[in-house]
């Protein structure tokens, strides 16, 4: 297994898909949406948020998770309840965005570095943009070769923790593809935010989570996910209650584990914003344990840079930063400096 790790913020699924919407462009979504909201969510929203709070997603959802001194039992309840409205239709957002890679070369040989090497990839995304782009070589690659593969959508396989396919929750155990090793290997995603594809009742620490694979008909995921609610742990400050599940903290220590032991940490679209302050003591903490002096690629756009340099140098406070791939068509650079050259050398 590689040493490499991938890190991956917003910027990475928009550098891969275009489409996928920066946080101003997913904020206006929502609120339109909850505009028309005929349900006590709604009317919640309009009438009892405060409107410079509806502006920003993260703001938003940062006011909805803190039980504030000043707030009664019911507005926290109904808090509570436009937040998990609010995390279902992000659910249901990105999970309508189509991705056309258009077989382009650069995403094509992503997905083989990542999967070929075994490397580990955290990701804060709540999207399955990583997933598709690992199955996108994965199909392509046994196209090639003239085998088949069937992928299934089944993406508990990525994620290498006691996460069980929705079916399960029903014993429709059958459904699951072979895991026995003979198929493809998946390689592990840990998501320190959740996703879109994971569903929680959100009542216990150790409950399970449940993927769902999106080919169920509307009859069928209706009644398999009754009383289950999207898991994904938005860009907030107080993060304590969102947190609180045992995968979740296993996710974080291997995350901890895996940058700790990192000889290239490969940064791609990501800002450090003040609200993810998790995040920032994961590097430093785990990074103040790292013996072997790692290399960090910070992967942005071109104008993100003269923002973020600062802060990125603030923050680690070492030498071995390195902001060439912060540019115009920075995947495609990226893929042609670093990727392809590695690729070549393990003659794959």
């Known amino acids: 297994m590689s040493s490499d790790v991938f890190f991956l913020g917003s910027g990475f699924s928009k550098a891969i898909d275009n489409n996928y919407p ?90 083989k570095y990542i999967a070929k090497n075994d490397i580990t990839s955290i990701t804060l995304n709540y999207d399955t ?44 155990s059958h459904f699951i593809t072979d895991m026995s090793g003979k198929g493809p290997h998946f390689l592990k995603i840990l998501k320190l935010h959740g996703s879109i594809n994971w569903l929680y009742t959100g009542n216990s620490f150790n409950e399970p989570i449940y993927c769902k694979d999106f080919t169920y008909d ?33 996710l974080w220590k291997q995350a901890f584990d895996k940058l ?22 994961l590097f430093q903490s785990a990074l103040s344990n790292n013996h072997k002096n790692p290399k960090i690629y910070v992967i942005n756009t071109a104008e993100a840079k003269n923002s973020i340099e600062k802060i990125y140098k603030e923050i680690f406070n070492i030498r071995n930063l390195y902001f060439d791939y912060c540019c115009d068509n920075s995947l495609e650079k990226f893929v042609q400096d670093v990727i392809e050259p590695k690729l070549e050398v393990a003659n794959v």
């Open 22 to 111: 920066v946080l101003s462009e997913l904020s206006r979504e929502i609120h339109d949406n909850l505009n028309t909201e005929k349900e006590s969510v709604g009317m919640h929203y309009r009438n009892e948020i405060p409107d410079k709070y509806k502006d920003n997603i993260e703001t938003l959802l940062t006011f909805l998770s803190s039980k504030l001194p000043y707030k009664t039992a019911v507005q926290n309840l109904a808090d509570e309840a436009l937040y998990m409205d609010i995390a279902n239709q992000i659910s249901v957002y990105f999970e309508n965005k189509d991705v056309n890679f258009d077989n382009n070369d650069s995403i094509y040989k992503l997905g």
């Open 260 to 281: 700790k032991n990192a000889e290239n940490i490969y940064i791609y679209g990501f800002s450090f914003p003040p609200t993810d302050l998790s995040v920032r003591y």
């Open 218 to 250: 509307d009859k069928d995921y209706e009644y398999l996910r009754a009383g289950l609610n999207t898991m994904i742990v938005p860009p907030v400050l107080d993060k304590s209650r969102a947190y609180n599940h045992i995968i979740l903290e296993s």
């Open 129 to 172: 943009i990583l997933e598709k782009v690992i199955i996108n070589y994965l199909s392509r690659h046994a196209g090639n070769s003239g085998q088949v593969v069937q992928m299934n959508n089944h993406y508990e396989k990525f994620y290498n923790i006691p996460i069980t396919n929705l079916r399960n929750r029903a014993g429709d």
